[in-house]
């Protein structure tokens, strides 16, 4: 069974997940969407876990109505801290994924650089188990990025905001918007 795997903060969630979402879907039985620095909450990541969690859940369920049954969110904490980019960090992120979908075959989509990517795994994980789906974050929703969106939430620009976010993020655009002012 393929399994598509996605790594993102979720800080919130926005249309540029969801299209990765999409893509992992089109390509894959399974999909597994990892949280990543759950258990960080700062100026960088303002959104508790618990929130970031349901709102992927219900955009998910929302967007992918008759495939969400196939899509899987969990939460994943830092290995040290997000900065770290080493072989250990690697194993740590394959052995979670591994445990979460059974198997040690998967492919993991990401729209970071991916020179970051490449220093995660020795490359006979990359020649035997993992394959890579990478794409440009420019080429994604106009390079949209979760600091955008907090932006737009900090600005109170609902207007532009609703065309980068499901619903489920404007629905608790006001508590978003509280946890980023925690942090100023």
């Known amino acids: 069974m ?8 979720l800080q919130p969630i926005h249309n540029g997940h ?6 992992a879907l089109n390509e894959n039985e399974k999909v597994l969407v990892l949280v990543g620095s759950a258990d ?3 100026r960088r990541n303002p959104i508790p876990i618990k929130l970031r969690v349901e709102m992927a859940k219900n955009a998910i369920a929302e ?3 008759h495939d969400a049954e196939r899509v899987t969110v969990q939460q994943l904490n830092d290995y040290t801290d997000e900065t770290d980019n080493s072989y250990d960090w690697g194993f740590y992120l394959y052995a979670h994924i591994v ?11 990401y729209s970071d650089d991916f020179q970051i990517i490449m220093k995660w795994f020795p ?8 394959s890579f789906k990478l794409n440009a974050r420019g080429a994604i929703f106009n390079a949209l990025s ?14 532009e905001l609703r065309e980068c976010v499901p619903s489920s993020v ?9 946890f980023i002012n925690n942090f100023e």
């Open 2 to 9: 393929s399994t598509g795997v996605i790594l993102a903060r």
């Open 18 to 23: 969801l299209e990765l979402i999409r893509q």
């Open 40 to 42: 960080k909450v700062d």
């Open 63 to 65: 967007k992918f109505a």
């Open 99 to 109: 445990k979460f979908i059974e198997s040690p075959y998967f492919t993991l989509y």
């Open 123 to 130: 490359s006979f994980i990359f020649s035997e188990f993992v």
């Open 146 to 159: 979760a600091t955008k969106v907090r932006q737009m939430i900090k600005d109170n620009n609902l207007e």
């Open 170 to 178: 404007l629905e608790n655009v006001t508590l978003i918007r509280h």
